[in-house]
């Protein structure tokens, strides 16, 4: 059974950096793409980054420069680093599945999410 | 890049049909066939219901159908149930440069 749990959020102060992580079962990290999603409080989803099996990646302009994505195989763990953290950073991240049987846009898998929260 | 557009809320009755509308641009919805949409209860992560437009996978019942007409995507709900009552996201490839974008949400009621 595919498994995903985030971990690592907490309460930061701006300008702040935390690690995120995301363990997961079931399947290797090394051989799908993955992503982090992001969800502000009672609001929408929003793409946050991706990692492709040939570890390429891409952001989004919100977090471009700030955020890294990162897997380490032999863990079997996904990993967001985030530096230089505002308020607007403050959500519920995600470590979710791009389908292996589809592409992009699709996330077959999601984690349970981790809260971090930036306030001074 | 602007998120999709979705209403904010949808209501309809246990037995009927509601639709979902998800109102992109030429530059993701109307140029790539990869739309999805994600079902979410309250507190719950999302749940893939439908995937490339029109496909479902396994596990999700045939009462949700997806379709797509110009720059504008839909999700069709036949024969609403109560467990139906959640949030819907849809979400479309972007290009390149903008990858994924999400819609703002929709929030189902079942009366």
């Known amino acids: 059974e595919v498994q995903l749990v985030a971990s690592g959020g907490g309460l930061m102060q701006p300008g702040g950096s935390l690690n995120v992580s995301c363990a997961a079962a079931?399947?290797?990290?090394?051989?799908?793409?993955m992503t982090w999603v992001r969800q502000s409080p009672g609001k929408g989803l929003e793409w946050v980054s991706v990692i492709y099996t040939g570890d390429k990646t891409f952001y989004s302009d919100s977090v471009k420069g700030r955020f890294t994505i990162s897997r380490d195989n032999s863990k079997n763990t996904l990993y967001l680093q985030m530096n230089n953290l505002t308020a607007e950073d403050t959500a519920v991240y995600y470590c979710?599945?791009?389908?292996?049987?589809?592409?992009?846009?699709?996330?077959?898998?999601w984690g349970l999410g981790t809260l971090v929260t930036v306030s001074s | 890049q602007s998120a999709l557009t979705q209403s904010a809320s949808v209501s309809g009755s246990p037995g009927q049909s509601i639709t979902i509308s998800c109102t992109g641009t030429s530059s993701d919805v109307g140029s790539y066939n990869l739309v999805s949409w994600y079902q979410q209860h309250s507190g719950k992560a999302p749940k893939l219901m439908i995937y490339?437009?029109?496909k479902r996978p396994s596990g999700v019942s045939n009462r949700f159908s997806g379709s797509k007409s110009g720059n504008t995507a839909s999700l069709t709900i036949s024969g609403l149930q109560a467990e139906d009552e959640a949030d819907y996201y849809c979400c479309s490839y972007a290009g390149s440069r903008n990858w994924v974008l999400f819609g703002g949400g929709t929030k189902l009621t079942v009366l």
């Open positions: 979710v599945r791009l389908a292996p049987f589809s592409s992009f846009s699709t996330f077959d898998y």
């Open positions: 490339e437009v029109t």
């Open positions: 079931g399947f290797a990290v090394s051989s799908d793409s």
